[in-house]
Protein backbone atom coordinates (compact mmCIF):
# COMPACT_ATOMS: atom_id res chain seq x y z
CA UNK A 1 0.00 0.00 0.00
CA UNK A 2 0.84 3.60 -0.93
CA UNK A 3 2.46 5.56 2.06
CA UNK A 4 -0.42 8.12 2.93
CA UNK A 5 0.14 11.85 2.18
CA UNK A 6 0.00 12.54 5.71
CA UNK A 7 3.75 10.67 5.92
CA UNK A 8 5.42 13.09 2.88
CA UNK A 9 3.83 16.42 4.36
CA UNK A 10 5.31 16.40 8.11
CA UNK A 11 8.43 14.63 7.46
CA UNK A 12 11.05 17.12 6.36
CA UNK A 13 9.89 19.05 9.60
CA UNK A 14 9.80 16.55 11.97
CA UNK A 15 13.44 15.06 10.99
CA UNK A 16 14.58 18.88 11.75
CA UNK A 17 13.31 18.76 14.89
CA UNK A 18 14.86 15.51 16.13
CA UNK A 19 18.02 16.87 14.48
CA UNK A 20 17.58 20.44 16.56
CA UNK A 21 17.34 18.20 19.65
CA UNK A 22 19.80 15.49 19.46
CA UNK A 23 22.27 17.75 17.65
CA UNK A 24 22.38 20.32 19.99
CA UNK A 25 23.33 17.83 22.84
CA UNK A 26 26.87 17.64 23.77
CA UNK A 27 26.64 14.42 24.68
CA UNK A 28 29.62 12.01 23.28
CA UNK A 29 26.68 9.15 23.35
CA UNK A 30 24.47 10.84 20.36
CA UNK A 31 26.66 9.66 18.13
CA UNK A 32 24.47 6.27 19.20
CA UNK A 33 21.11 7.98 18.87
CA UNK A 34 22.18 9.54 15.81
CA UNK A 35 23.27 6.11 14.57
CA UNK A 36 19.86 4.23 15.54
CA UNK A 37 17.82 7.10 13.79
CA UNK A 38 19.35 5.96 10.92
CA UNK A 39 21.61 9.62 9.73
CA UNK A 40 24.96 8.17 10.23
CA UNK A 41 27.08 4.48 9.95
CA UNK A 42 29.20 3.05 13.31
CA UNK A 43 32.02 5.24 12.61
CA UNK A 44 29.83 8.64 12.69
CA UNK A 45 30.00 9.22 7.78
CA UNK A 46 26.63 10.66 7.15
CA UNK A 47 23.94 7.81 5.09
CA UNK A 48 21.29 8.26 3.22
CA UNK A 49 18.35 8.42 5.40
CA UNK A 50 16.99 5.07 7.13
CA UNK A 51 15.18 6.07 9.28
CA UNK A 52 11.36 4.58 9.96
CA UNK A 53 8.23 5.43 8.86
CA UNK A 54 7.58 8.26 11.75
CA UNK A 55 4.51 6.86 12.28
CA UNK A 56 3.61 8.54 16.09
CA UNK A 57 5.01 12.08 14.95
CA UNK A 58 3.00 12.12 11.84
CA UNK A 59 -0.46 11.02 13.66
CA UNK A 60 0.88 13.58 16.47
CA UNK A 61 0.87 16.34 13.94
CA UNK A 62 -2.35 15.30 11.30
CA UNK A 63 -4.42 14.95 15.16
CA UNK A 64 -3.18 18.83 15.59
CA UNK A 65 -4.26 19.80 12.04
CA UNK A 66 -7.44 17.79 12.16
CA UNK A 67 -8.77 19.78 15.28
CA UNK A 68 -8.08 22.92 13.66
CA UNK A 69 -4.58 23.61 15.14
CA UNK A 70 -1.27 24.51 13.80
CA UNK A 71 0.71 21.35 12.92
CA UNK A 72 4.22 23.29 13.47
CA UNK A 73 3.27 24.14 17.27
CA UNK A 74 2.71 20.66 17.95
CA UNK A 75 6.46 19.48 16.21
CA UNK A 76 8.52 19.22 19.80
CA UNK A 77 5.60 16.70 20.99
CA UNK A 78 5.77 14.86 17.34
CA UNK A 79 9.87 14.62 18.07
CA UNK A 80 8.99 13.56 21.76
CA UNK A 81 7.20 10.66 20.58
CA UNK A 82 9.43 9.49 18.31
CA UNK A 83 12.10 9.62 20.85
CA UNK A 84 10.13 7.67 23.38
CA UNK A 85 9.96 5.42 20.15
CA UNK A 86 13.25 4.80 19.48
CA UNK A 87 14.58 4.72 23.01
CA UNK A 88 12.43 1.83 23.81
CA UNK A 89 13.59 0.16 20.52
CA UNK A 90 17.16 0.63 21.71
CA UNK A 91 16.19 -1.24 24.72
CA UNK A 92 14.00 -4.21 23.27
CA UNK A 93 17.13 -4.96 20.80
CA UNK A 94 19.02 -5.50 24.01
CA UNK A 95 16.07 -7.57 26.13
CA UNK A 96 15.45 -9.33 22.85
CA UNK A 97 19.44 -10.05 21.92
CA UNK A 98 18.05 -8.47 17.94
CA UNK A 99 20.99 -7.85 16.29
CA UNK A 100 19.51 -6.30 13.22
CA UNK A 101 17.48 -3.18 12.71
CA UNK A 102 15.95 -1.97 9.29
CA UNK A 103 18.80 -3.96 7.73
CA UNK A 104 21.55 -2.56 10.33
CA UNK A 105 23.50 -3.64 13.28
CA UNK A 106 21.91 -2.79 16.34
CA UNK A 107 23.30 -0.36 18.42
CA UNK A 108 24.04 -2.79 21.38
CA UNK A 109 25.49 -5.02 18.72
CA UNK A 110 28.15 -2.25 17.44
CA UNK A 111 28.66 -0.43 21.09
CA UNK A 112 27.68 -2.91 23.66
CA UNK A 113 25.02 -3.39 26.07
CA UNK A 114 25.97 -0.76 28.71
CA UNK A 115 26.48 1.57 26.26
CA UNK A 116 23.47 1.01 24.34
CA UNK A 117 21.50 1.13 27.97
CA UNK A 118 23.18 4.72 28.30
CA UNK A 119 21.97 5.75 24.86
CA UNK A 120 18.44 4.81 25.50
CA UNK A 121 18.33 6.54 28.93
CA UNK A 122 20.01 9.76 27.07
CA UNK A 123 17.22 9.45 24.27
CA UNK A 124 14.36 9.10 27.08
CA UNK A 125 15.59 12.07 28.87
CA UNK A 126 15.91 14.47 25.53
CA UNK A 127 12.29 13.24 24.84
CA UNK A 128 11.24 14.60 28.30
CA UNK A 129 13.12 18.10 27.50
CA UNK A 130 11.77 18.05 24.16
CA UNK A 131 7.94 18.06 25.06
CA UNK A 132 8.89 20.76 27.74
CA UNK A 133 10.46 22.91 24.59
CA UNK A 134 6.39 23.58 23.57
CA UNK A 135 6.82 26.67 26.41
CA UNK A 136 8.93 27.84 23.32
CA UNK A 137 6.13 27.24 20.81
CA UNK A 138 3.78 29.68 23.24
CA UNK A 139 1.57 26.64 24.49
CA UNK A 140 0.37 27.69 28.07
CA UNK A 141 2.05 26.47 30.93
CA UNK A 142 -1.10 24.30 31.74
CA UNK A 143 -1.16 22.50 28.60
CA UNK A 144 2.72 21.99 29.09
CA UNK A 145 2.45 20.64 31.96
CA UNK A 146 -0.48 18.06 30.94
CA UNK A 147 1.22 16.95 27.82
CA UNK A 148 4.48 16.18 29.68
CA UNK A 149 2.27 13.65 31.64
CA UNK A 150 0.63 12.62 28.84
CA UNK A 151 3.71 10.97 27.62
CA UNK A 152 5.09 9.86 30.97
CA UNK A 153 2.26 7.85 31.20
CA UNK A 154 2.15 6.52 28.03
CA UNK A 155 6.52 5.66 28.89
CA UNK A 156 4.97 3.59 32.32
CA UNK A 157 2.83 1.73 29.75
CA UNK A 158 5.19 0.99 27.38
CA UNK A 159 7.77 -0.38 30.22
CA UNK A 160 4.59 -2.17 31.51
CA UNK A 161 3.63 -3.91 28.00
CA UNK A 162 7.33 -4.86 27.55
CA UNK A 163 7.38 -6.35 30.60
CA UNK A 164 4.54 -8.51 29.52
CA UNK A 165 5.74 -9.73 26.84
CA UNK A 166 8.63 -10.91 28.14
CA UNK A 167 7.16 -12.70 30.94
CA UNK A 168 4.50 -14.66 28.47
CA UNK A 169 7.74 -16.01 26.63
CA UNK A 170 8.13 -18.91 28.66
CA UNK A 171 4.36 -19.02 29.59
CA UNK A 172 1.58 -21.69 27.83
CA UNK A 173 -1.44 -19.69 30.23
CA UNK A 174 -1.53 -16.64 27.94
CA UNK A 175 -4.90 -15.93 26.55
CA UNK A 176 -6.14 -13.67 23.66
CA UNK A 177 -6.87 -11.02 26.85
CA UNK A 178 -4.04 -11.25 27.97
CA UNK A 179 -2.19 -10.73 24.56
CA UNK A 180 -4.68 -7.44 24.55
CA UNK A 181 -3.53 -6.21 27.79
CA UNK A 182 0.08 -6.89 26.65
CA UNK A 183 0.04 -5.32 23.73
CA UNK A 184 -2.06 -2.29 24.61
CA UNK A 185 0.46 -1.16 27.19
CA UNK A 186 2.93 -2.22 24.83
CA UNK A 187 2.29 -0.53 21.43
CA UNK A 188 -1.51 0.64 21.83
CA UNK A 189 -0.56 3.27 24.50
CA UNK A 190 2.02 5.46 22.68
CA UNK A 191 -0.41 5.37 19.25
CA UNK A 192 -3.05 7.01 21.31
CA UNK A 193 -0.32 8.99 23.29
CA UNK A 194 0.49 10.27 20.13
CA UNK A 195 -3.09 10.98 18.98
CA UNK A 196 -4.18 12.91 22.30
CA UNK A 197 -0.81 15.38 22.50
CA UNK A 198 -1.76 16.32 19.07
CA UNK A 199 -4.95 17.09 19.69
CA UNK A 200 -4.81 18.47 23.10
CA UNK A 201 -2.34 21.24 21.68
CA UNK A 202 -4.87 21.96 17.88
CA UNK A 203 -7.77 22.94 20.29
CA UNK A 204 -9.35 24.12 23.17
CA UNK A 205 -12.09 22.09 22.94
CA UNK A 206 -11.34 19.49 25.96
CA UNK A 207 -14.03 16.80 24.92
CA UNK A 208 -12.27 16.16 21.53
CA UNK A 209 -9.62 14.78 22.79
CA UNK A 210 -10.35 11.67 24.43
CA UNK A 211 -11.67 10.99 21.38
CA UNK A 212 -8.10 10.97 19.56
CA UNK A 213 -7.12 8.88 22.75
CA UNK A 214 -9.43 6.49 22.10
CA UNK A 215 -9.30 5.81 18.50
CA UNK A 216 -5.79 5.73 19.18
CA UNK A 217 -6.14 2.84 21.59
CA UNK A 218 -7.89 0.70 19.09
CA UNK A 219 -5.44 1.77 16.22
CA UNK A 220 -2.52 0.74 18.05
CA UNK A 221 -4.07 -3.09 18.68
CA UNK A 222 -4.30 -3.10 15.01
CA UNK A 223 -0.99 -1.98 14.50
CA UNK A 224 0.67 -4.41 16.61
CA UNK A 225 -1.73 -7.38 15.25
CA UNK A 226 -0.45 -6.30 11.76
CA UNK A 227 3.01 -6.48 13.17
CA UNK A 228 2.93 -10.40 13.95
CA UNK A 229 1.77 -10.74 11.28
CA UNK A 230 4.31 -9.15 9.11
CA UNK A 231 7.10 -10.61 11.57
CA UNK A 232 6.13 -14.01 10.61
CA UNK A 233 4.47 -13.50 6.87
CA UNK A 234 6.25 -10.64 5.31
CA UNK A 235 9.24 -11.14 2.34
CA UNK A 236 11.60 -9.29 5.07
CA UNK A 237 10.83 -11.54 7.63
CA UNK A 238 13.07 -14.10 9.64
CA UNK A 239 10.28 -14.77 11.54
CA UNK A 240 12.68 -13.85 14.94
CA UNK A 241 9.72 -13.91 16.97
CA UNK A 242 9.44 -17.76 16.78
CA UNK A 243 13.11 -18.21 17.84
CA UNK A 244 11.99 -16.02 21.00
CA UNK A 245 9.34 -17.95 22.02
CA UNK A 246 7.09 -15.01 21.71
CA UNK A 247 3.11 -15.03 22.38
CA UNK A 248 1.83 -12.93 19.56
CA UNK A 249 -1.52 -13.22 17.94
CA UNK A 250 -0.50 -15.90 15.76
CA UNK A 251 0.68 -17.98 17.84
CA UNK A 252 -1.54 -17.69 20.90
CA UNK A 253 -4.43 -18.81 18.35
CA UNK A 254 -2.26 -21.92 17.29
CA UNK A 255 -1.69 -22.51 21.05
CA UNK A 256 -5.75 -22.09 21.56
CA UNK A 257 -6.72 -24.40 18.39
CA UNK A 258 -4.24 -27.01 17.61
CA UNK A 259 -5.08 -30.25 18.55
CA UNK A 260 -3.37 -33.55 19.44
CA UNK A 261 0.26 -34.35 17.89
CA UNK A 262 0.17 -31.05 16.68
CA UNK A 263 -0.38 -29.29 19.79
CA UNK A 264 1.52 -31.60 21.40
CA UNK A 265 4.73 -30.84 18.65
CA UNK A 266 4.40 -27.05 19.04
CA UNK A 267 4.24 -27.38 22.88
CA UNK A 268 7.59 -29.82 22.65
CA UNK A 269 9.49 -26.61 20.31
CA UNK A 270 8.08 -23.47 22.76
CA UNK A 271 9.55 -25.94 25.85
CA UNK A 272 13.09 -26.27 24.25
CA UNK A 273 15.91 -23.73 25.60
CA UNK A 274 16.94 -23.27 21.33
CA UNK A 275 14.48 -23.37 18.72
CA UNK A 276 16.08 -23.76 16.24
CA UNK A 277 15.69 -22.89 11.99
CA UNK A 278 13.64 -25.97 11.08
CA UNK A 279 11.37 -25.72 14.26
CA UNK A 280 11.15 -22.05 12.74
CA UNK A 281 9.83 -23.71 9.34
CA UNK A 282 7.55 -26.48 11.58
CA UNK A 283 5.49 -23.83 13.31
CA UNK A 284 5.07 -21.04 10.47
CA UNK A 285 3.90 -24.45 8.42
CA UNK A 286 1.42 -24.84 11.44
CA UNK A 287 0.10 -21.57 11.91
CA UNK A 288 -0.32 -20.79 8.17
CA UNK A 289 -2.39 -24.25 8.38
CA UNK A 290 -4.75 -23.43 11.23
CA UNK A 291 -5.44 -20.49 9.53
CA UNK A 292 -3.78 -18.38 12.69
CA UNK A 293 -2.57 -15.45 9.98
CA UNK A 294 -5.94 -14.95 8.61
CA UNK A 295 -7.42 -14.31 12.48
CA UNK A 296 -5.23 -12.21 13.47
CA UNK A 297 -5.39 -10.53 10.12
CA UNK A 298 -9.38 -10.15 10.83
CA UNK A 299 -8.76 -9.39 14.63
CA UNK A 300 -6.82 -6.74 13.21
CA UNK A 301 -9.74 -5.39 10.87
CA UNK A 302 -11.81 -6.04 13.97
CA UNK A 303 -9.85 -2.87 15.73
CA UNK A 304 -9.47 -0.97 12.78
CA UNK A 305 -13.24 -0.77 12.06
CA UNK A 306 -13.53 0.60 15.92
CA UNK A 307 -11.06 2.98 15.40
CA UNK A 308 -13.11 4.07 12.76
CA UNK A 309 -15.92 4.66 14.82
CA UNK A 310 -14.69 6.56 17.43
CA UNK A 311 -13.37 8.45 14.42
CA UNK A 312 -16.94 9.41 13.15
CA UNK A 313 -17.64 10.22 16.83
CA UNK A 314 -15.28 13.04 16.02
CA UNK A 315 -16.56 16.81 15.39
CA UNK A 316 -13.84 17.86 12.64
CA UNK A 317 -13.89 18.41 9.08
CA UNK A 318 -14.68 15.29 6.31
CA UNK A 319 -11.35 16.39 4.51
CA UNK A 320 -9.30 15.53 8.15
CA UNK A 321 -11.33 12.24 8.79
CA UNK A 322 -10.22 11.06 5.18
CA UNK A 323 -6.67 11.51 6.11
CA UNK A 324 -6.94 10.14 9.40
CA UNK A 325 -9.15 6.86 7.61
CA UNK A 326 -5.95 6.73 4.60
CA UNK A 327 -3.29 6.62 7.91
CA UNK A 328 -5.70 4.31 9.65
CA UNK A 329 -6.28 1.94 6.60
CA UNK A 330 -2.57 2.01 6.10
CA UNK A 331 -1.63 0.64 9.72
CA UNK A 332 -4.07 -3.11 8.45
CA UNK A 333 -2.81 -3.30 4.67
CA UNK A 334 0.73 -2.05 4.98
CA UNK A 335 3.18 -5.00 3.63
CA UNK A 336 6.62 -3.42 5.77
Known amino acids: MTLPRAFHRYREEVNKELASIVGRSEL ?11 WID ?16 TICLLSCEAVGGDWQIALPAAAAVELVNSYSLIHDDIEDG ?3 RRGRATVWRIWGQPQAVNAGDAMHVLASLAILGLDEKGVAPKKVIRAAAILDEACLELCQGQ ?12 NIDAYLAMADAKTAALIACSLELGALLGTEEQDL ?13 AYQMKNDVLAIWSARSSASDIKKKKKTMPVIYALERAK ?4 EQLLRIYNKKTVSSEDVDWVVQLLS ?3 AREYTEEMAKRYYREALAELEGADISPSAKEELREVAAFVVEREY
Open 42 to 57: EVGRPVAAQGGKLVRP
Open 28 to 38: VLCDMMRYHLG
Open 260 to 263: GKER
Open 289 to 291: HIG
Open 209 to 221: VPKFHRFGRKLGL
Open 98 to 100: DEV
Open 163 to 174: YLDISYEGRFDI
